[in-house]
């Protein structure tokens, strides 16, 4: 544990030393601004309007943190062969794995959790300004939103662990962590379509195609799962069980994840 | 090169590209004030490709077709059939991807009910949104208007209002709307209380000035119906033109249009102007005319 911890910091440290780190805050930063503007345009719903963006922010922001850094953390090693110099010190390689894994996770968190203050502030000013335009703005909902958009990311970023492990270049895990994130997002969609114009027998649909996606709902991530932002963009009713379902969701996926990479991680050879 | 050569250049590119780039915006305005209304994703699609942030591209959406609308406005163009058409299926596909979003909803009741005329697809829209968003009174408000006052159902009418009248939150007056609207049938007064209502709710400066314009031109006619009325209760009968209102000191003087029509006696009883209280075609587009929906 105490090694898993040590290898974290070294990770977390790196990835602040991390140039796209400013990037992304930027790209933020601009967002919320522009949100500051552009909620004057809208009639009614500016608390809404407010909301949707700056989660989208976040959600954004967090995908940028993963593919451009997180990613880079994970693939440095192995491209610059330092991850020979690595295993030899009295380190097994599945604590390798889950300390590279809570590193990025502890630089995701600070990042993510700074931009979260900000966007609080946004949202705190702009209900003052357009005060009577937020009057179903619940805060809870809004921070339960914002903390399932981190669970997203965390699984995004186990995601990119597990194909870091497999693939030889970082370009290939970069390119897979990303279909992964659009198969992830897109999938509840796509798989409740077919579903509905199957039962309304517009489109008939093959047994083969049902298994098919039958099991892909059971390999692909659904991270329409963690979308908590129309109960936060109107306050509605948050359903505790939903809360839990969605959660251990999410945890249970990176487990099986990583402990995956690590089987994967320890059959592979390094020269 | 040496280096003043360098500069020189420089210069003189610099020059040339702010006259180009004042060019290509004036361009962009020229086509966009002509273009036509864009083709909008069906929602199965745009859902897909929202990726998870389909509120926001629903307000981005919402956002373009109110700019789009406010070039039309400002310009002077009346909107073309195709240019409704654009709005319906864009504010179809926005309350798709967000049913909950209230700003389409009053945009459709503002535009798409005042300007275009086209209540059925309206009162769809927005039993969209009433069965979405249970503790708002507007919508069923707007659905019960549009029933009441556009398509002569008086049943549906005051069905919508009550269902407005009994969420929390509501309004004190919409508990006598529905018997009032009843009392007041088709007469202007009902769309002058409607209007002023929708006014106190929008703060999108080109929706009001519509509305606002349209609010006149009502107060006007409602002014003008009350005052026959008064004749009739005193001599028992219509005055035989609108101009003896005033000779009989009924009227101060006969209130403008502010379309600039003439004012006439429907044969219903209902006080209308010539203008059909719709702006005036432009000569590029003369077959965009959208009059009012004839009350």
């Not at chain 1, 922010?57 to 993963?66: E, P, R, Y």
Request: hydrophobic fraction near 45%.
């Amino acid at each position: 544990m105490k090694k898993i911890l040590a290898l974290a910091n070294i990770t977390f440290k790196e990835g602040l030393r991390s140039r796209a780190v400013y990037g992304i805050g930027l790209f933020s930063f601009f967002i919320l601004g522009l949100n500051i503007t552009v909620a004057g345009f809208f009639m009614r719903d500016v608390g809404k309007v407010t909301v949707d963006m700056n989660l989208s922010a976040l959600s954004i922001a967090g995908l940028l943190l993963v593919l451009f850094v997180g990613l880079n953390l994970i693939s440095k090693d192995i491209d610059r062969k330092t991850i020979q110099l690595v295993l030899t010190k009295p380190i097994s390689r599945y604590e390798y794995i889950f300390g590279k894994y809570v590193g990025i996770e502890m630089f995701v968190f600070v990042a993510l959790f700074l931009l979260f203050v900000i966007s609080c502030l946004t949202v705190g000013g702009l209900s003052v300004v357009y005060e009577g335009y937020f009057q179903g703005f619940v805060w809870s909902n809004f921070i339960v939103a914002a903390f399932f958009v981190y669970v997203k990311i965390s699984v995004l970023a186990a995601i990119a662990v597990f194909f870091g492990v497999i693939a030889t270049s970082s370009f290939v895990t970069l390119i897979f962590s990303f279909c992964a994130y659009i198969v992830g997002e897109t999938l509840d969609e796509v798989v409740f379509y077919l579903k509905s114009s199957a039962s309304s027998s517009e489109v008939v649909i093959s047994e083969g195609v049902k298994k098919v996606i039958a099991v892909t709902s059971y390999i692909a991530p659904n991270f329409s799962v963690f979308d908590f932002k129309t109960e936060a963009a109107y306050g509605l009713a948050l359903q505790p069980s939903r809360v839990g379902n969605s959660l251990a969701y999410g945890l249970i996926y990176i487990l099986i994840l990583l402990i995956l990479s690590t089987f994967i991680f320890q059959r592979r050879e390094f020269n | 090169m040496s280096r003043s050569a360098a500069l020189g250049l420089l210069a003189l590119l610099l020059i040339g590209y702010v006259f180009v780039q004042r060019n290509a915006w004036e361009d962009r305005a020229l086509t966009r004030r002509s273009s036509l209304p864009g083709y909008v994703l069906p929602s199965g699609v745009s859902r897909v490709l929202a990726m998870g942030n389909k509120g926001i591209l629903a307000d981005f959406l919402f956002l373009k077709t109110m700019t789009f609308f406010g070039e039309r406005f400002q310009t002077g163009q009346i909107p073309s059939e195709a240019d409704w058409s654009y709005l319906m299926h864009s504010l179809d596909t926005v309350t798709d991807l967000d049913p909950y979003f209230l700003d389409p909803y009053v945009f459709c009741e503002g535009v798409l009910v005042w300007w275009a005329g086209k209540i059925d697809e309206a009162n769809r829209l927005l039993e969209k949104g009433i069965a979405k968003r249970t503790w708002e009174w507007r919508l069923p408000f707007y659905a019960g208007f549009n029933s009441f006052y556009f398509q002569n159902d008086n049943a549906q009418g005051s069905a919508y209002v009550i269902a407005a009248a009994k969420i929390p939150g509501s309004p004190d007056f919409l508990k006598t709307l529905a018997a009032r609207l009843a009392y007041y049938g088709k007469k202007t007064k009902t769309a002058v209380l409607f209007l002023q209502q929708m006014l106190m709710e929008t703060n999108n400066p080109q929706l009001r000035k519509t509305l606002g314009k349209r609010l006149a031109a009502l107060e006007a006619a409602s002014s003008i119906e009350e005052a026959r009325e008064r004749y009739l209760k005193d001599f028992g009968h219509y005055p035989e033109h609108l101009n003896d209102l005033v000779s009989s000191d009924y009227l101060e003087k006969l209130p403008l249009d502010p379309y600039g029509g003439r004012w006439e006696v429907l044969t219903n009883g209902r006080v209308f102007s010539t203008s059909k209280f719709s702006e005036q075609p432009s000569t590029k587009n003369p077959s965009g005319v959208q009059p009012v929906p004839q009350p």
